[in-house]
């Protein structure tokens, strides 16, 4: 298995564009999470699915952040517009959700908003 | 709330000696999983071991064991004959709530020196 595949993993853009982060969980794993990584803040989780549901979403900072699961293979997460205070690394991690089992990760993709 | 704590921002160790990381946490549940991950400079998120709350044998993984104080609600990480290979930040984690979601503590940044 590939493992979890994050694109792209490096994104640079103007403050105020829309910016698309992609992820594609493994394969027959049933949870989907989208943290962040600041050196702040550390690991903060966004939101995460189950079956391609939105479970929690209470970690999405404000409006200007949205994800999707449309199927069971992909996954986005979108800001818009962008502000240089969401540079960060956005990790995207999937588990078998059975509960109680660990995630498996990406490889981030590191985003500057500039 | 539940959280996470790593008490020591940073440590350092030399090549072939052994090192104890800490973390304390806090949860209501009676049955869960902890687990500590390594990320190194790549920034790849790797599980290194995970331990089972009901299990009272502390989990081992070569190098890596695990000091599990269920009543104080500390997980601890031992790295015995620290390898070069070993720098990185390590990370605590549980599930929040008996669910998927992994809480995270804010890392320990390991050097290890030759």
């Known amino acids: 298995d590939a493992g979890v595949i994050q694109s792209p993993r490096h994104e640079v853009t103007e403050m105020g564009q829309e910016v698309t982060l992609r992820c594609k969980p493994i394969?027959?794993?049933?949870?989907l999470f989208w943290y962040r990584q600041t050196m702040m803040r550390g690991l903060e989780l966004l939101i995460y699915?189950?079956?391609?549901?939105?479970?929690?979403d209470s970690g999405m900072p404000e409006d200007r952040f949205s994800a999707k699961m449309p199927n069971a293979s992909f996954s986005t997460l979108k800001i818009q517009p962008s502000e240089p205070r969401d540079s960060a690394v956005y990790f995207c991690?999937?588990?078998?959700?059975?509960?109680?089992?660990?995630?498996?990760f990406g490889q981030g993709t590191r985003l500057t908003v500039v | 709330a539940q959280t996470v704590t790593q008490s020591q921002p940073e440590m350092s160790v030399q090549e072939a000696e052994t090192v104890t990381l800490s973390c304390t946490y806090d949860?209501?549940?009676?049955?869960?999983?902890l687990f500590w991950y390594k990320q190194p400079p790549s920034r790849q998120m790797i599980l290194v071991i995970r331990?089972?709350?009901?299990?009272?044998q502390n989990a081992t993984e070569n190098r890596f064991s695990v000091n599990f104080q269920k009543a104080a609600k500390s997980f601890s990480l031992k790295i015995s004959d620290s390898q070069l290979g070993d720098t990185a930040m390590y990370f605590c984690?549980?599930?929040?709530?008996?669910?998927?979601?992994?809480?995270f503590g804010k890392g320990t940044k390991l050097t290890v020196n030759p």
């Open positions: 984690a549980f599930p929040q709530g008996g669910s998927e979601k992994l809480v």
């Open positions: 699915f189950n079956n391609n549901v939105p479970i929690d």
């Open positions: 949860t209501s549940e009676s049955n869960y999983y």
């Open positions: 394969s027959g794993h049933n949870s």
């Open positions: 991690a999937s588990s078998l959700g059975v509960g109680n089992t660990e995630a498996f």
């Open positions: 331990q089972e709350a009901y299990k009272q």
